[in-house]
């Protein structure tokens, strides 16, 4: 079956630092990958998203997600921090024949 | 206006109260969706509308009602509405409704207490 997991479920850096949440799911077919961002009273934008090519991944205001296959793993990153970034990220499955799948939310703190 | 909107942003109803929520896309979508986010639990999808039909029914109580009158708009009906259906409703649409492979654009959300 369809999952997602998202191993921390809060996390907090100091402005500027480098960031990494985590993401594994598990799709019996070739996957579709997403994160997105909430960020507080806001519904969810779309971060970046991974069908095929290139397994790392450009997304907007600065992030990147590299696709892993052997470790059932798209873990997002970020080189630095900014307080702006403070949000809650969202990993998502979906595939052709399937509806999107969410995990459980990383809720991310910055401080100055 | 531009993306996804939704109306209202808040609503504080009893559980014998009846009303509706609308959400609006100007993105020329096909698709729309509604989700119910709760507290630490993943987003549930609740129904999908692809070209003003219903292709989605994930096992909502029939207390919540939808209704796609074109592709623009989708209006979610509650009625008797349980505390437990506290949460923030989120809409999204997207170009095709391909499952789980097309981008989808949410809008704001309504979040909703019940009494």
């Known amino acids: 079956a369809q999952s997602v997991t998202q191993p921390d479920i809060h996390i907090t850096v100091s402005e500027g630092a480098s960031l990494e949440l985590r993401c594994n799911y598990s799709?019996?077919?070739?996957?579709?990958l997403f994160w997105y961002v909430q960020s507080p009273g806001q519904g969810l934008q779309l971060l970046l998203k991974?069908?095929?090519?290139?397994?790392l991944v450009q997304g907007i205001k600065g992030f990147e997600a590299e696709f892993k296959r052997s470790q059932s793993s798209f873990n997002l990153r970020k080189p630095s921090v900014h307080w702006s970034d403070a949000a809650e990220y969202f990993c998502?499955?979906?595939?052709?024949?399937?509806?999107?799948?969410f995990g459980t939310g990383t809720r991310l703190q910055v401080f100055p | 206006e531009t993306g996804v909107t939704q109306t209202p942003r808040h609503l504080v109803m009893g559980m014998t109260n009846k009303k509706s929520l609308k959400c609006e896309q100007h993105?020329?979508?096909?698709?729309m969706y509604w989700y119910k986010q709760s507290a630490k639990k993943p987003l549930e999808l609740m129904f999908v509308y692809s070209l003003e039909e219903r292709v989605e029914n994930n096992s909502v109580p029939s207390r919540f009602s939808p209704e796609c009158p074109n592709s623009s708009h989708l209006f979610l009906h509650l009625h008797t509405l349980q505390p437990e259906d506290s949460a923030l409703y989120l809409c999204?649409?997207?170009?095709?409704?391909?499952?789980?492979?097309?981008?989808?654009?949410f809008g704001p959300g309504t979040r909703l207490t019940v009494l």
């Open positions: 991974y069908f095929s090519g290139d397994t």
């Open positions: 998502a499955v979906g595939g052709n024949t399937d509806k999107l799948i």
């Open positions: 799709y019996g077919a070739t996957p579709y």
């Open positions: 999204a649409s997207s170009q095709e409704g391909t499952g789980g492979t097309d981008t989808q654009y």
């Open positions: 993105l020329g979508h096909n698709a």
